[in-house]
C-alpha cells in the first residue's frame, strides 16, 4: 500500500485510529473491493489462486509513526462488520472517526 489515498477500484468505508504500543496514534480504515483476493500460489486450485468477481473488505493498517501511510492489509472479509470487528478485536484505543 504505501499510501494514504485509496486505489481507484476500492472505496473506503470507515476510518479510525488507534493506540499502537499504547501511545502512538496509527491509522486505520476499511476498504471495500470488488473482487476477492486470490492467493496467487500456482499449487492452489484455480478457484483459490485466481482474483474472484466477489466483492470483499479489507482491514488497511497504517505504519506507526507515518501517518496516512499503509503498508499491511488483511483482505477477503465477507462483510464489512466483519471487517470492523477485527479492528475492534485488534486495535487498543480505537476511536472511529466516521
Known sequence: ?????????KEVIKEGVWLYDGAVVTDVRIVA???TFG???C??????QDD???ASFAVEWGSPGERGVFRSVAVNFED???AIRHVE???PGLVWSN
Do not use: C, K
Not at 43 to 48: C, F, M, R
Open 1 to 9: 500500500m504505501g499510501s494514504g489515498m485509496a486505489a481507484p477500484n
Open 33 to 35: 473491493h470488488p473482487f
Open 39 to 41: 492467493t496467487g500460489d
Open 43 to 48: 499449487e492452489d486450485a484455480d478457484d483459490v
Open 52 to 54: 474472484q468477481p466477489e
Open 80 to 82: 464489512a462488520d466483519a
Open 89 to 91: 478485536d485488534s486495535a
